[in-house]
């Protein structure tokens, strides 16, 4: 039943993803490629007009005959009879205003459907008219708006928009022509009619169609990755929306940048956001392969794709390769300063490789990359929403929780002091193992350092702390493994109390796994059968911990350190072959007991694990030369 809902909430995440990046696309791009200045060479190869298209005439070259069809326009007015005393045309102070500021010659007095034209001298304001007759007058010409406007409309329309036309198959320009200025306004008008055939091209259902299948097919591409190479990650919600949010969220971004701003500002969006964060969080197979995903998506409606795809895939390619484990905010300026060589390098060389010409280059673009890198660097904010926002961790976190400065190691090393040290112990073998077999070294390190910190509730009960008396002799067998065992839970509350991120707190859980506290164990079946009984008498279970098992090689090397380093304070001597034996031992005792099947932890580890421990225990305690004392002369 957790299988079948879990598979509908991977499917309903997916279907939402694919239908908000198809919802995001803006709906019409510059399909027009050329950069070009009048009077300077023409960088790119030769073009030929694929169809039929007009020649527009320039805005300057319209104007001018706009200007001069409507000198010959003139205003309508109709005759108001009612305020017509005299034969003479009246009209108001404004209306005077307007007519001299039009420097019309002449307008037209439409009457009884009848048109008459007088000159502009003819015609007088009230005070001008009062003047003449030395009568009071009113204004007897009222302005005809829907008239005049409609003449001008018609006027305008009779202006032809363009020049000529180009034929399908002539040819606009080839490399190396000087642009003239007809030259650029054939290529003016190739980018009107190739934005205006674009325009319904993409308009039509099939376009979408289109769009929406390929979308489909590279995020079905993406989920079938995760479920062959990274099958824990799509079994998880928690990831499965992460790579979802994060490919919306860049793909929203670039949509945006497409519709609303010029074409160049595409790279000013940050799409190595995508790589960097998964890198944080995951490996950089799968950086790489969502940034690829992404891009692609992306490139389906950006002008030129193909430089688009080669100039990200590079860059994108190179953050990975910069970042690794990112320890350091430091790191991620250095990442910002490769991927804004990365973007400069490439832009030039394409540039360069497609035109065979230097002055093709815009400098716009190095200031475009500029911003771009900024917007990297602003990612450890993202970062830490992630981080915050779906439980993860990352190496930046993990440093931060490894100083013993912090609080919570503060007390615990007061205390505990001493298992605060057999936690440091613990950590300096974990982190020699990991490094061995290639295990994440800095999650052990952390993990180990935590481990044993519900020690800190009851410190006397352990006998690292004790200075005194053992209480627990004073105690029942079951009653003092009890104790023991609590200091699991107590481990738990205290990390989640801390807010401890959820990893740390799994390695809390189970670095006992199921194991028994052997101890008090195997001295209550001393005692059962001291009584007559038998060990069968002795329920097992009230002396294993609760666990669980470890569940990542990590956990496993922490518990096999955790037992040995322990275990290595009890030895009589320290030799070779004690070392060496009291190690088989713990990890043989441990894998008969099935600690380890929920891991991935193959044969060759655990021999490389064996040998590490081997060593570093005999480092730590190498024999030191007893040094002489002077002796008194006698």
Same mark, same amino acid.
């Given at each position: 039943?957790?299988?079948?809902?879990?598979?509908?909430?991977?499917?309903?995440?997916?279907?939402?993803?694919?239908?908000? #990046?198809? /919802?995001?696309?803006?709906?019409?791009?510059?399909?027009?490629?050329?950069?070009? %200045?009048?009077?300077?060479?023409?960088?790119?190869?030769?073009?030929?007009?694929?169809?039929?298209?007009?020649?527009?005439?320039?805005?300057?070259?319209?104007?001018?005959?706009? +200007?001069?069809?409507?000198?010959?326009?003139?205003?309508?007015?109709?005759?108001?009879?009612?305020?017509?005393?005299?034969?003479?045309?009246?009209?108001?102070? %404004?209306?005077?205003?307007?007519?001299?500021?039009?420097?019309?010659?002449?307008?037209?007095?439409?009457?009884? *459907? $009848?048109?008459?034209?007088?000159?502009?001298?003819?015609?007088?304001?009230?005070?001008?008219?009062?003047?003449?007759?030395?009568?009071? @007058?009113?204004?007897?010409?009222?302005?005809?708006?829907?008239? &005049?406007?409609?003449?001008?409309?018609?006027?305008?329309?009779?202006?032809?928009?363009?020049?000529?036309?180009?034929?399908?198959? +002539?040819?606009?320009?080839?490399?190396?022509?000087?642009?003239?200025?007809?030259?650029?306004?054939?290529?003016?008008?190739?980018?009107?009619?190739?934005?205006?055939?674009?325009?319904?091209?993409?308009?039509?259902?099939?376009?979408?169609?289109?769009? &929406?299948? #390929?979308?489909?097919?590279?995020?079905?591409?993406?989920?079938?990755?995760?479920?062959?190479?990274?099958?824990?990650?799509?079994?998880?919600?928690?990831?499965?929306?992460?790579? &979802?949010?994060?490919?919306?969220?860049?793909?929203?971004?670039?949509?945006?940048? @497409?519709?609303?701003?010029?074409?160049?500002?595409?790279?000013?969006?940050?799409?190595?956001?995508?790589?960097?964060?998964?890198?944080?969080?995951?490996? &950089?197979?799968?950086?790489?392969?969502?940034?690829?995903?992404?891009?692609?998506?992306?490139?389906?409606?950006?002008?030129?794709?193909?430089?688009?795809?080669?100039?990200?895939?590079?860059?994108?390619?190179?953050?990975? $390769?910069?970042?690794?484990?990112?320890?350091?905010?430091?790191?991620?300026?250095?990442?910002?300063?490769?991927?804004?060589?990365?973007?400069?390098?490439?832009?030039?060389?394409?540039?360069?490789?497609?035109?065979?010409?230097?002055?093709?280059?815009?400098?716009?673009?190095?200031?475009?990359?500029?911003?771009?890198?900024?917007?990297?660097? #602003?990612?450890?904010?993202? =970062?830490?929403?992630? %981080?915050?926002?779906?439980?993860?961790?990352?190496? =930046?976190?993990?440093?931060?929780?490894?100083?013993?400065?912090?609080? @919570?190691?503060?007390?615990?090393?007061?205390?505990?002091?001493?298992?605060?040290?057999?936690?440091?112990?613990?950590?300096?073998?974990?982190?020699?193992?990991?490094?061995?077999?290639?295990?994440?070294?800095?999650?052990?390190?952390?993990?180990? @350092? /935590? *481990?044993?910190?519900?020690?800190?509730?009851?410190?006397?009960?352990?006998?690292?702390?004790?200075?005194?008396?053992?209480?627990?002799?004073?105690?029942?067998?079951? %009653?003092?493994?009890?104790?023991?065992?609590?200091?699991?839970?107590?481990?738990?509350?205290?990390?989640?109390?801390?807010?401890?991120?959820?990893?740390?707190?799994?390695? $809390?859980?189970?670095?006992?796994?199921?194991?028994?506290?052997?101890?008090?164990?195997?001295?209550?079946?001393?005692?059962?059968?001291?009584?007559?009984?038998?060990?069968?008498?002795? #329920?097992?279970?009230?002396?294993?911990?609760?666990?669980?098992?470890?569940?990542?090689?990590?956990?496993?090397?922490?518990?096999?350190?955790?037992? $040995?380093?322990?275990?290595?304070?009890?030895?009589?001597?320290?030799? +070779?072959?004690?070392?060496?034996?009291?190690?088989?031992?713990?990890?043989?005792?441990?894998?008969?007991?099935?600690?380890?099947?929920?891991?991935?932890?193959?044969?060759?580890?655990?021999?490389?694990?064996?040998? =590490?421990?081997?060593?570093?225990?005999?480092?730590?305690?190498?024999?030191?030369?007893?040094?002489?004392?002077? +002796?008194?002369?006698?």
């Amino acid at each position: 039943m957790k299988k079948s809902i879990r598979t509908i909430i991977q499917l309903l995440s997916f279907s939402t993803l694919a239908a908000l #990046c198809i /919802y995001l696309f803006p709906r019409y791009t510059n399909p027009f490629k050329y950069h070009f %200045e009048v009077g300077q060479p023409w960088g790119y190869g030769l073009v030929t007009a694929e169809y039929d298209f007009p020649i527009y005439k320039p805005e300057t070259q319209l104007q001018e005959e706009i +200007e001069q069809a409507m000198r010959d326009y003139t205003p309508c007015y109709t005759v108001d009879t009612q305020a017509l005393q005299i034969d003479l045309y009246i009209v108001s102070i %404004e209306e005077m205003d307007r007519i001299l500021q039009s420097q019309c010659s002449s307008i037209a007095i439409i009457n009884n *459907h $009848i048109s008459t034209t007088i000159d502009t001298s003819q015609i007088y304001t009230p005070k001008t008219a009062y003047q003449l007759t030395h009568k009071e @007058l009113t204004p007897n010409l009222l302005y005809d708006s829907i008239t &005049s406007a409609n003449l001008k409309n018609n006027i305008q329309s009779n202006i032809s928009l363009t020049h000529g036309i180009v034929q399908a198959g +002539e040819k606009i320009i080839d490399t190396g022509e000087i642009v003239t200025e007809d030259k650029a306004q054939q290529l003016h008008s190739l980018r009107k009619s190739m934005e205006d055939r674009d325009i319904s091209k993409r308009q039509n259902i099939f376009s979408i169609v289109g769009s &929406s299948i #390929c979308v489909a097919i590279l995020l079905s591409i993406f989920f079938l990755y995760l479920s062959t190479y990274r099958r824990k990650l799509l079994d998880k919600l928690r990831h499965v929306l992460f790579f &979802s949010i994060l490919i919306a969220i860049i793909v929203a971004i670039a949509a945006f940048v @497409l519709r609303y701003a010029p074409t160049g500002y595409i790279y000013i969006v940050p799409f190595t956001w995508c790589p960097i964060i998964t890198r944080v969080f995951y490996d &950089s197979r799968t950086a790489i392969f969502i940034h690829i995903i992404t891009t692609l998506i992306i490139s389906l409606v950006v002008p030129a794709p193909y430089v688009f795809l080669l100039i990200q895939f590079i860059t994108g390619i190179v953050a990975v $390769i910069s970042l690794r484990d990112m320890t350091q905010r430091a790191q991620l300026a250095q990442t910002a300063l490769f991927i804004l060589l990365s973007y400069s390098l490439v832009y030039t060389a394409v540039t360069l490789l497609m035109t065979g010409n230097i002055l093709a280059l815009e400098y716009k673009y190095y200031f475009y990359f500029v911003i771009n890198a900024v917007l990297v660097i #602003c990612s450890y904010g993202v =970062i830490f929403l992630f %981080e915050r926002s779906f439980g993860l961790l990352s190496n =930046i976190t993990l440093v931060e929780l490894t100083n013993v400065n912090s609080n @919570l190691m503060l007390s615990f090393a007061e205390k505990a002091p001493g298992t605060f040290q057999h936690s440091l112990q613990v950590s300096n073998l974990a982190t020699e193992a990991a490094k061995r077999i290639g295990a994440k070294v800095l999650l052990v390190r952390t993990g180990a @350092l /935590y *481990h044993d910190i519900g020690k800190m509730s009851a410190p006397n009960h352990f006998i690292e702390n004790q200075t005194g008396e053992n209480p627990l002799q004073s105690m029942d067998c079951n %009653e003092a493994a009890k104790v023991i065992i609590n200091h699991v839970a107590e481990g738990e509350r205290i990390a989640r109390k801390h807010h401890l991120p959820e990893v740390i707190v799994h390695f $809390i859980r189970s670095h006992h796994g199921t194991s028994v506290t052997r101890y008090f164990y195997n001295t209550a079946v001393n005692a059962a059968i001291a009584e007559g009984k038998t060990a069968a008498d002795v #329920c097992k279970e009230d002396y294993a911990y609760p666990g669980p098992k470890p569940a990542s090689k990590e956990a496993a090397i922490l518990m096999m350190a955790d037992a $040995i380093e322990a275990r290595s304070r009890t030895l009589n001597e320290f030799t +070779e072959q004690s070392i060496a034996n009291m190690v088989d031992q713990m990890i043989n005792t441990q894998v008969a007991d099935g600690q380890f099947s929920e891991t991935s932890l193959s044969f060759k580890d655990l021999e490389d694990i064996r040998t =590490i421990f081997k060593q570093k225990l005999i480092e730590i305690n190498h024999h030191r030369i007893k040094y002489p004392t002077i +002796e008194e002369n006698k």
